[in-house]
């Protein structure tokens, strides 16, 4: 029987995090998922009575924690690293009104911190392994023609951005990823948006193995249709 594939899927306690965790699962997968806090342990400890899936606590945006999953993790081979990560405020307001200190929160959240988790990590990954973090189609330029979430826009664009840069500046032959999953119906995409967190997941999953020795980097959504930067 083959090794069991490894997924670390960090932020994995609600919405998509947990939804990937669970697609990996149902793939057969063996998933390590990171939660903030205990209080955030409740679904995936129901989903981890199947033994495919371990439990580790880390805050992104605190870099102790990062070294200290990175030293838990040293041993552990990886076929996927996602992080999932993803704040926002009032999408109505515009930049040159933005707090200092929301905004800040905001762009260290979305994309310095998972940087910061991929630059830790992404050497545990498999050389034909998968290093992803979650975007959004609202962090392409070119594809902005509807304005509005300014904040949360530039910081998926700052994300792509230093993922890009990252890839390139590796050159290792590993596939990086920037994911945007549709709009879901999460607590940030509302009750409107049409797609659910299952269909979405399945789909990162899907797209994931997919990409998984293809190299490069790739800005891509749940359907593996790449997406304008």
């Not at 899927?9 to 919405?15: D, K, L």
């Not at 023609?145 to 998926?156: F, L």
Request: glycine share 12%; net charge negative; no cysteine.
């Amino acid at each position: 029987m083959p090794d069991r594939k490894v997924a670390l899927v960090v932020g994995a306690s609600r919405g998509l995090g947990l939804g990937l965790a669970h697609a990996f699962v149902s793939r057969g997968w063996e998933v390590i998922a990171t939660v903030r806090s205990a209080h955030g342990r409740g679904a995936l400890e129901t989903l981890a009575g199947n033994g495919l899936v371990s439990i580790a606590h880390m805050d992104i945006n605190k870099p102790e924690d990062i070294a200290a999953l990175r030293k838990m993790l040293s041993a552990r081979a990886l076929d996927v690293l996602f992080v999932n990560a993803g704040v926002a405020i009032d999408p109505s307001i515009a930049a040159e009104t933005v707090s200092t200190q929301d905004f800040v929160d905001v762009m260290v959240t979305n994309a310095l911190s998972p940087l910061r988790v991929i630059g830790a990590l992404h050497d545990l990954v498999d050389p034909e392994g998968v290093v992803a973090a979650m975007s959004s189609d609202m962090g392409s330029i070119n594809d902005n023609a509807g304005g509005g979430w300014e904040i949360y826009r530039a910081s998926k664009a700052a994300l792509n951005q230093m993922m890009k840069s990252f890839a390139v500046r590796k050159g290792d032959g590993r596939t990086y990823i920037a994911m945007s999953p549709g709009w879901v119906r999460t607590e940030m995409g509302g009750n409107g948006a049409p797609l659910d967190i299952e269909t979405s997941a399945a789909g990162i999953a899907e797209t994931l193995i997919a990409r998984s020795g293809a190299g490069g980097i790739h800005f891509v959504d749940f359907r593996n249709q790449p997406l304008a930067w």
